[in-house]
């Protein structure tokens, strides 16, 4: 290897110049300058030098086989160099002056809205005014690998000063370096202009042309770099020298900066996952479903990295992962981003300076990590002494956060917006509330009364507006359990207007003075009285037999054939649904009860909507013997009696038997009892499972319900928090009161309290 050094460095030819001339590579070339040697594909070995090397020894490159050296201090001759711009004389004549274009340098600010990092952009642009109309043309030039779309923002065109004024145009002397023009809402910044401009201005216009300015990115301390160094680049033989260089001086060899050096010796130092742990609240009860949450703000040691975790309650009912803010590196308050140094080739990228350290970290402090407020109130025993040991910092005690836990959410007011005249006042609020909107609840209290009546109403038009609107007529047809309305129009031979739906069916609302919408009643219509449908007037004229019968009440009577029917319905129904009584039974009553209101129920799932009257005379009728509640084995009787009925007549119309009409009040008190008592025993039989999950002996379970009070006894506060605190039972009100009751009633002391003895014989 160390005699490779001695023997005489290949030559490196091209037949293309390196960017120092702008001019491009040739095909398959992606670099100016080629690290590797092409004539043996090997690389350089100059970092085998011995110590006593004054320098490196540099290959000599040529250029388009002209065995002409290249050196540095040439590149500043080149920018003396005249370059041709087209022009080939700076004589003008006056048919150049007409047709002479004027070419200018621009930018304009365009603002970021996605990007973190950068607020705004610099997008460069060539102007072109005609001098031969006055016209201009905008091309915006193009910028490799900067993912905006680029090319002719402007085509050629006269440009108005003002929108709304079109004889004032855009002209030369508006453009002028320096100056800003307003485009098309679009502001320019005018710094530079050819040389072919920079002679017609001077010689045709005897105007002199300032000096061109920078764009507004360009760093002060860059420029002076920039113009001793133009395009030259760090190439593979400069990082030999530097390493040759290095290994004189110091003995090493290195290809990483400062910065990564610290960074690694900083990691070799720390143990893996060491990390110092603080305390810090995020309190998020302004936003709509926001919380105080509590948090632990860990910072390892190895590369100072931050990961911040959430410590939850249990129970606490909340989504996502306890990690908020995954293992990275945040910036300090204050520092710009945008000027920050990055690792790349890591998981996402790493910040290499301007980073959160240790010493950064204090108590009793608010930080902005990713625009959430955390508040550092506190931090463990190492902790402490980790800054005090390495750092000499002594932190201070932790904070008291009771007036942060104390503090309630503030109740966030919504107000809906108003109505704009676009679909019904309840979908507009419903849009309002939800994204996806839920269907409008129906009133079942209103529904099931009112379930199948319609009232149809005869109507004319109370105020005509055209011939022939006094001989229309319509028909008003409202259903009084969705208190919705349609209007069909009678069909009249050559009236001149067609007849039909007139209104669709939905539910429509009356507007009410004061400008509120509710919906219609059947209380407002009444015949001999205008009605007002969507600002259109209806005299009310009459009404059908049916509807009479339904303001009279009529077709709400119970009738022995209705029964009947229903009676053969439930048959039958039963039949084609259960093969075995013991299936029908558990169906039906699933808590061991079997009465009117399981009939009821049946009968709504088979699209037979009943009341409670004519369920009562149903298991008056049914039910052997006159029993309330049907137990399994009456039940199998009547199973059998009901499947021999429909097997003997299986084309019957309606029940055949006789019909007891009497109603029997006896039956809604069996059944709220019977369901009373198996609901009271399901409870006792909930709280004995519960109980039992939590093990230990009845006296250890006493102990608990009474919070371990010292006078031994259970009260019912006590017994109420324990079920929701501990026990976790999920009651809901109802069923929490039921239990109480259930242990308390009767056998409690004059302050409400019950004993060990009295809780034992309970559960047993």
């Not at 365009?110 to 201009?136: A, L």
């Not at 209007?487 to 609302?509: D, V, Y």
């Given at each position: 290897?160390?005699?490779?050094?001695?023997?005489?460095?290949?030559?490196?030819?091209?037949?293309?110049?390196?960017?120092?001339?702008?001019?491009?590579?040739?095909?398959?070339?992606?670099?100016?300058?080629?690290?590797?040697?092409?004539?043996?594909?090997?690389?350089?070995?100059?970092?085998?030098?011995?110590?006593?090397?004054?320098?490196?020894?540099?290959?000599?490159?040529?250029?388009?086989?002209?065995?002409?050296?290249?050196?540095?201090?040439?590149?500043?001759?080149?920018?003396?160099?005249?370059?041709?711009?087209?022009?080939?004389?700076?004589?003008?004549?006056?048919?150049?002056?007409?047709?002479?274009?004027?070419?200018?340098?621009?930018?304009?600010?365009?603002?970021?809205?996605?990007?973190?990092?950068?607020?705004?952009?610099?997008?460069?642009?060539?102007?072109?005014?005609?001098?031969?109309?006055?016209?201009?043309?905008?091309?915006?030039?193009?910028?490799?690998?900067?993912?905006?779309?680029?090319?002719?923002?402007?085509?050629?065109?006269?440009?108005?000063?003002?929108?709304?004024?079109?004889?004032?145009?855009?002209?030369?002397?508006?453009?002028?370096?320096?100056?800003?023009?307003?485009?098309?809402?679009?502001?320019?910044?005018?710094?530079?202009?050819?040389?072919?401009?920079?002679?017609?201005?001077?010689?045709?216009?005897?105007?002199?042309?300032?000096?061109?300015?920078?764009?507004?990115?360009?760093?002060?301390?860059?420029?002076?770099?920039?113009?001793?160094?133009?395009?030259?680049?760090?190439?593979?033989?400069?990082?030999?020298?530097?390493?040759?260089?290095?290994?004189?001086?110091?003995?090493?060899?290195?290809?990483?900066?400062?910065?990564?050096?610290?960074?690694?010796?900083?990691?070799?130092?720390?143990?893996?996952?060491?990390?110092?742990?603080?305390?810090?609240?995020?309190?998020?009860?302004?936003?709509?479903?926001?919380?105080?949450?509590?948090?632990?703000?860990?910072?390892?040691?190895?590369?100072?990295?931050?990961?911040?975790?959430?410590?939850?309650?249990?129970?606490?009912?909340?989504?996502?992962?306890?990690?908020?803010?995954?293992?990275?590196?945040?910036?300090?308050?204050?520092?710009?981003?945008?000027?920050?140094?990055?690792?790349?080739?890591?998981?996402?990228?790493?910040?290499?300076?301007?980073?959160?350290?240790?010493?950064?970290?204090?108590?009793?402090?608010?930080?902005?990590?990713?625009?959430?407020?955390?508040?550092?109130?506190?931090?463990?025993?190492?902790?402490?002494?980790?800054?005090?040991?390495?750092?000499?910092?002594?932190?201070?005690?932790?904070?008291?956060?009771?007036?942060?836990?104390?503090?309630?959410?503030?109740?966030?007011?919504?107000?809906?917006?108003?109505?704009?005249?676009?679909?019904?006042?309840?979908?507009?609020?419903?849009?309002?509330?939800?994204?996806?909107?839920?269907?409008?609840?129906?009133?079942?209290?209103?529904?099931?009364?009112?379930?199948?009546?319609?009232?149809?109403?005869?109507?004319?038009?109370?105020?005509?507006?055209?011939k022939g609107d006094e001989r229309r007529e319509f028909a008003i047809v409202f259903h009084c359990d969705t208190k919705e309305l349609c209007i069909n129009?009678?069909?009249?031979?050559?009236?001149?207007?067609?007849?039909?739906?007139?209104?669709?069916?939905?539910?429509?609302?009356?507007?009410?003075?004061?400008?509120?919408?509710?919906?219609?009643?059947?209380?407002?219509?009444?015949?001999?009285?205008?009605?007002?449908?969507?600002?259109?007037?209806?005299?009310?004229?009459?009404?059908?037999?049916?509807?009479?019968?339904?303001?009279?009440?009529?077709?709400?009577?119970?009738?022995?054939?209705?029964?009947?029917?229903?009676?053969?319905?439930?048959?039958?129904?039963?039949?084609?649904?259960?093969?075995?009584?013991?299936?029908?039974?558990?169906?039906?009553?699933?808590?061991?009860?079997?009465?009117?209101?399981?009939?009821?129920?049946?009968?709504?799932?088979?699209?037979?909507?009943?009341?409670?009257?004519?369920?009562?005379?149903?298991?008056?009728?049914?039910?052997?013997?006159?029993?309330?509640?049907?137990?399994?084995?009456?039940?199998?009787?009547?199973?059998?009696?009901?499947?021999?009925?429909?097997?003997?007549?299986?084309?019957?119309?309606?029940?055949?038997?006789?019909?007891?009409?009497?109603?029997?009040?006896?039956?809604?008190?069996?059944?709220?009892?019977?369901?009373?008592?198996?609901?009271?025993?399901?409870?006792?039989?909930?709280?004995?499972?519960?109980?039992?999950?939590?093990?230990?002996?009845?006296?250890?379970?006493?102990?608990?319900?009474?919070?371990?009070?010292?006078?031994?006894?259970?009260?019912?506060?006590?017994?109420?928090?324990?079920?929701?605190?501990?026990?976790?039972?999920?009651?809901?009100?109802?069923?929490?009161?039921?239990?109480?009751?259930?242990?308390?009633?009767?056998?409690?002391?004059?302050?409400?309290?019950?004993?060990?003895?009295?809780?034992?014989?309970?559960?047993?």
């Amino acid at each position: 290897m160390k005699n490779s050094v001695a023997r005489v460095q290949q030559t490196k030819t091209f037949n293309y110049i390196p960017k120092d001339n702008n001019i491009p590579l040739i095909f398959g070339t992606n670099f100016h300058d080629d690290p590797i040697n092409r004539n043996t594909l090997r690389k350089s070995h100059n970092l085998l030098l011995p110590k006593k090397e004054n320098e490196a020894p540099h290959t000599e490159y040529y250029y388009s086989d002209s065995k002409k050296i290249r050196d540095p201090n040439t590149l500043l001759s080149d920018e003396a160099q005249e370059v041709s711009d087209g022009l080939e004389t700076n004589k003008f004549s006056n048919t150049d002056h007409n047709s002479f274009v004027v070419q200018l340098l621009a930018y304009f600010v365009e603002n970021i809205q996605q990007n973190p990092t950068d607020e705004k952009h610099i997008r460069k642009v060539c102007i072109k005014f005609f001098m031969e109309d006055d016209s201009i043309s905008i091309i915006e030039l193009k910028e490799a690998n900067s993912g905006i779309v680029q090319g002719t923002i402007l085509s050629r065109r006269q440009v108005p000063k003002k929108s709304d004024d079109d004889k004032k145009l855009v002209l030369l002397k508006d453009l002028k370096i320096g100056n800003e023009v307003l485009i098309y809402g679009i502001n320019y910044h005018i710094i530079d202009m050819d040389r072919g401009s920079r002679c017609f201005f001077k010689e045709i216009l005897h105007e002199n042309v300032p000096e061109p300015l920078d764009f507004p990115l360009s760093s002060t301390c860059f420029l002076p770099h920039q113009k001793n160094n133009p395009s030259r680049t760090f190439t593979s033989d400069d990082m030999d020298r530097k390493r040759v260089i290095e290994q004189q001086l110091t003995g090493i060899y290195s290809k990483r900066s400062n910065e990564d050096i610290l960074i690694t010796q900083q990691f070799l130092k720390n143990g893996i996952n060491e990390h110092l742990s603080y305390l810090a609240l995020w309190d998020d009860r302004g936003s709509i479903s926001g919380d105080l949450h509590f948090c632990v703000i860990r910072l390892f040691l190895e590369n100072f990295s931050v990961e911040v975790m959430e410590q939850r309650r249990e129970n606490s009912t909340c989504s996502g992962g306890k990690v908020l803010i995954s293992r990275q590196r945040i910036s300090k308050p204050g520092c710009d981003i945008a000027k920050s140094k990055f690792q790349e080739h890591t998981f996402g990228k790493l910040m290499k300076n301007d980073y959160l350290e240790p010493q950064d970290l204090k108590i009793s402090e608010t930080y902005i990590i990713f625009g959430k407020p955390f508040f550092i109130y506190g931090c463990d025993n190492k902790t402490r002494e980790y800054m005090k040991a390495n750092f000499d910092i002594d932190l201070s005690s932790n904070v008291d956060i009771t007036p942060f836990m104390t503090e309630k959410k503030p109740e966030i007011l919504f107000y809906p917006p108003p109505p704009n005249g676009f679909g019904s006042d309840w979908g507009q609020r419903n849009n309002w509330l939800t994204l996806n909107g839920n269907p409008l609840k129906q009133d079942l209290g209103t529904m099931n009364p009112e379930s199948g009546r319609v009232l149809i109403f005869m109507a004319r038009l109370a105020n005509p507006l055209v011939k022939g609107d006094e001989r229309r007529e319509f028909a008003i047809v409202f259903h009084c359990d969705t208190k919705e309305l349609c209007i069909n129009e009678k069909s009249q031979r050559n009236s001149g207007f067609l007849g039909g739906r007139f209104l669709a069916k939905g539910a429509h609302r009356k507007e009410l003075a004061n400008g509120i919408t509710v919906p219609f009643e059947a209380d407002d219509f009444v015949i001999g009285k205008c009605i007002t449908i969507y600002k259109r007037n209806f005299l009310l004229s009459g009404i059908t037999e049916g509807t009479k019968q339904v303001l009279e009440g009529k077709d709400e009577l119970t009738t022995e054939d209705k029964i009947k029917n229903l009676i053969s319905l439930f048959k039958h129904q039963m039949k084609l649904k259960f093969t075995k009584a013991r299936e029908a039974y558990l169906a039906l009553a699933p808590q061991g009860i079997f009465g009117y209101k399981q009939i009821k129920d049946f009968l709504y799932t088979c699209s037979c909507n009943i009341s409670d009257e004519e369920s009562i005379f149903i298991a008056q009728n049914l039910f052997p013997d006159g029993a309330n509640i049907l137990s399994f084995d009456t039940f199998l009787k009547m199973f059998s009696e009901i499947s021999r009925s429909v097997d003997d007549f299986p084309f019957a119309a309606h029940y055949t038997g006789n019909v007891n009409m009497s109603i029997n009040e006896s039956q809604k008190e069996s059944i709220w009892k019977s369901e009373s008592d198996y609901r009271c025993s399901h409870l006792k039989e909930f709280l004995k499972e519960k109980l039992t999950q939590r093990k230990g002996v009845i006296q250890q379970q006493f102990r608990l319900f009474s919070e371990y009070s010292l006078n031994s006894r259970l009260s019912r506060e006590s017994f109420r928090r324990t079920l929701r605190g501990i026990i976790h039972s999920g009651m809901d009100k109802a069923d929490e009161d039921m239990l109480v009751h259930m242990l308390f009633d009767g056998v409690e002391d004059d302050n409400n309290e019950i004993t060990y003895k009295q809780f034992q014989e309970f559960l047993e």
